[in-house]
């Protein structure tokens, strides 16, 4: 038999992959500590197990998406053997994990201070990464010879650009299109003639 502290957290860790669901179809700035309760079915003292305001619930929730987001797409990256694959890999895989979040959602992350630094954090992330999978296939020469830290540093400002909204502003593209879009600017821009 499970003790209880193994069921509470089993039953805080399905109310946190609950409102990470709630919160990216939805948003999340509309909904009260009540609201909350209404829709996934517990009590208030339950959600306050997960966290103790409405607040921390936010952070605890899209922390959550972003480190298990982060989990599935370095598995396929590594996962991918050639080296001149991997960025693409990557950003495709950062594009279909961006793809379930709605614009109230990105708008939320937006508005809320604490929220926005953590999709500002795991964008500072994915640009460094981005740089390491391109130094990677140029080193081993399945990527042209470019400058590994100039690319990295114009696929950082393009990837800030899209957290702050400003090419969804520009092009219309939410920002999964946009990933699939930098996708593909880098992969043939980067690809070695005759390259698969």
């Given amino acids: 038999m499970p003790r209880t502290a193994d069921r509470t957290t089993r039953r805080q860790d399905e109310l946190l992959d609950q409102l990470v669901e709630l919160y990216l179809a939805e948003g999340f700035l509309r909904f009260g500590v009540g609201d909350l309760a209404a829709r996934l079915r517990c009590s208030r003292s339950t959600l306050y197990l997960v966290a103790a305001s409405k607040e ?5 929730a899209t922390r959550r998406f972003f480190r298990r987001a982060a989990e599935r797409i370095e598995a396929e990256v590594q996962a991918e053997p050639d080296a ?14 961006l793809g379930p979040a709605g614009e109230r959602f ?3 992350l937006a508005a809320f201070a604490p929220a926005a630094e953590l999709y500002a954090e795991n964008t500072r992330h994915a640009a460094r990464r981005a740089q390491d999978l391109v130094a990677e296939g140029v080193a081993d020469g399945s990527l042209r010879d470019v400058d ?3 690319v990295g540093a114009a696929v950082a400002q393009l990837m800030r650009a899209i957290q702050a909204g400003a090419i969804a502003d520009l092009t219309g593209l939410d920002d999964a299109r946009a990933y699939e879009a930098l996708a593909d600017l880098l992969v043939h821009g980067l690809r070695r003639p005759g390259a698969r």
């Fill in 148 to 150: 590994p830290a100039f």
């Fill in 84 to 97: 001149g694959r991997r960025l693409e890999v990557y950003l495709r895989a950062v594009a279909r994990e």
């Fill in 106 to 108: 990105y708008a939320d």
């Fill in 56 to 60: 921390q619930l936010v952070v605890a």
